[in-house]
C-alpha cells in the first residue's frame, strides 16, 4: 500500500533531500525525549528573544485592527523601511516597487529560482552553502553547479574558481555573506574582485543573502549589489530572522531589478500571496528603530565566539579557523574519519555527527548537506555555559576515537 501511494508522488519531491539541519534537531529531540540531556548545538536561530520594542509593535498592530490581507509584496510602510534600509546601511538603491516582502527569506530565494530558471539553466552556487541553495534551484528545474573553497581559504571562493564554472547556461550565482554554514565574510575588495569578473559575464545574476548582515565582527557589512559592474543585476536578500531574534515570524524580503521583482510578486501572489500583516507592521517598526539590542546580541555572540573557539582549538584533531560572521564554527573533521571507540567507526561526517549526538549528547550537523563533506557546523546560539558544556563533551568523545 505503502509503495502506490509513493509512486503518486512527483519525482522532484520524491529526488528532493530533507533539510539536514531540520533532521539533525528532531534527532536531537527524539534523544533528548528518551531523558538524556541534549545540548542542540544544531538549529541556525538565536537563542534571544525578539527585543520588547518589536513585541510591543506587534501588540500595537493588533490593537488597530491590523489583520487583514496586505498587498502581496507587502504593505506600502514595511516596502518603504526596507528602501530607507537598504539605502541607509547599504548603499543600495531599490526603490520601493522593486522589493517584495515574504514568509521568510527562504521563501525569497525560492522565488527567486522560480522566476529566473528554466529547465536545464544553471546556478553557480558558493560553497559551503545553506542546506536549502541546492535543492530550491533543482526544485525550480535548474543544475546546481557547485564551487567551493576549504578552510585553508577561510572558505571563500575566488573570482577564478567561479569564471571557470560560468558557460552560456549560467543564470546566477548564489552566496550568502557572512555565510551559513561557515561564519566567512566576503570583505568589500573580494567582492569588488568578483564584480569585476562577472562584468565578464552581463547576463548572470547574482543573489546575494544577507540574512547574517547585523552579525558580523569585521565592523562594516559589505553588499555586492553596490558595485556598478553588477549593480543592476543584483538581486539582495535580506530578513528579520537573525539580526532581531524573529525566526518564528516567518519574514523576509529582497530588492531586485524591476522585472525580477514583478516576477516575484506575480508568483507570491499565486501561491502564499502577503505575509502575515502583524509581522510587517513590527518589521518596519524594527527597521525604523534603534539597533542596540541588535548590537547587544552580536557582542555577546562574539563572546561566545571566542569561548568556543579556544575550547575547540585544544582538541587534537580538529581545525578549527576564525570566522567573521554568523554564529556557527565550522570545523574540518577528517582527521576522525577512520576511528573508533570499539563499537562505532567513523566513516565520514554524518557519522561523527551521530556519534556525537548518541556519546556526547550534542547535536550538531554535518557539513556534507553544506557541500563540504570533512566538516561539522556548529552553532554557538546557546548559553556559555552550554557551549562550556558541550566542548568539554565533544572533547572526550572525540578522544575516545583512536
Known amino acids: ?29 527524539e534523544v533528548k525525549a528518551k531523558g538524556h540531556d541534549v545540548i542542540s548545538l544544531s538549529l541556525g536561530e538565536p537563542d534571544f528573544d525578539t527585543p520588547d520594542h518589536i513585541k ?12 487583514k490581507y496586505t498587498p502581496v509584496p507587502g ?7 526596507i528602501s530607507d534600509k537598504f539605502k541607509r546601511e547599504n548603499g543600495l538603491d531599490y526603490t520601493p516597487g522593486q522589493i517584495v516582502v515574504s514568509t521568510g527569506a527562504k521563501q525569497s530565494i525560492a522565488n527567486v529560482c522560480f522566476a529566473l530558471l528554466n529547465e536545464g539553466d544553471e546556478a553557480v552556487i558558493l560553497a559551503p552553502f545553506w542546506v536549502s541553495y541546492s535543492a530550491m534551484v533543482e526544485v525550480a528545474g535548474g543544475k546546481a553547479v557547485i564551487v567551493g573553497a576549504g578552510i585553508e581559504d577561510d572558505y571563500k571562493v575566488t573570482p577564478e574558481a567561479i569564471a571557470e564554472a560560468i ?3 549560467t543564470k546566477f550565482i548564489l552566496f550568502s555573506s557572512p555565510c ?19 562584468a565578464n559575464y552581463p547576463d548572470v545574476y547574482v543573489i546575494s543573502d544577507e540574512i547574517y548582515e547585523h552579525i558580523n565582527f569585521t565592523g562594516k557589512h559589505a553588499s555586492i549589489g553596490t558595485f556598478p559592474e553588477v549593480k543592476d543585476r543584483t538581486i539582495t536578500v535580506n530578513g528579520f530572522s537573525k539580526g532581531f531574534a524573529m525566526t518564528g515570524w516567518r519574514l523576509g524580503y529582497l530588492g531586485a531589478p524591476q522585472d525580477v521583482a514583478d516576477a516575484c510578486n506575480k508568483l507570491q501572489g499565486q501561491n502564499t500571496s502577503g505575509p502575515n500583516s502583524i509581522a510587517q507592521y513590527a518589521g518596519a517598526h524594527a527597521l525604523n ?22 575550547g575547540l582549538e585544544k582538541i587534537e584533531g580538529l581545525k578549527v579557523n576564525r570566522p567573521q560572521g554568523a554564529f556557527y564554527i565550522f570545523p574540518d573533521v577528517s582527521a576522525f574519519f577512520g576511528k573508533s ?16 549526538l548518541l556519546n556526547a549528547y550534542v547535536a550538531t550537523v554535518t557539513g556534507d548537506a553544506f557541500g563540504a563533506p570533512t566538516c561539522l557546523r556548529i552553532s554557538y546560539a546557546a548559553s556559555e555555559e552550554q557551549l562550556r558544556q558541550a566542548v568539554d563533551r565533544i572533547g572526550e568523545a572525540l578522544r575516545a576515537l583512536k
Not at 520524491?14 to 539541519?21: D, I, K, N, Q, V
Not at 504593505?75 to 523601511?81: F, G, K, L, S, V
Not at 561564519?183 to 564584480?195: C, F, M, P, Q, R
Open 341 to 356: 571507540d570499539g563499537e562505532t567507526t567513523i566513516r565520514n561526517a554524518d557519522d561523527l555527527a551521530e556519534y556525537l
Open 167 to 169: 558557460n552560456e547556461r
Open 75 to 81: 504593505t506600502a510602510e514595511i516596502r518603504q523601511a
Open 180 to 198: 551559513n554554514p561557515t561564519g566567512s565574510v566576503y570583505t568589500a575588495d573580494e567582492l569588488a574582485a568578483i564584480a569585476r569578473m562577472l
Open 56 to 67: 510591543q509593535a506587534a501588540k500595537e498592530a493588533l490593537d488597530l485592527g491590523l489583520t
Open 289 to 310: 528603530s534603534d539597533l542596540g539590542p541588535t548590537v547587544a546580541m552580536k557582542e555577546a555572540f562574539a563572546r561566545r565566539r571566542e569561548l568556543i573557539i579556544e
Open 1 to 29: 500500500m505503502s509503495t502506490v501511494a509513493t509512486t503518486r508522488l512527483s519525482d522532484r519531491v520524491l529526488s528532493m533531500e530533507e533539510s539536514a539541519t531540520l533532521r539533525m534537531a528532531q534527532l536531537g529531540r
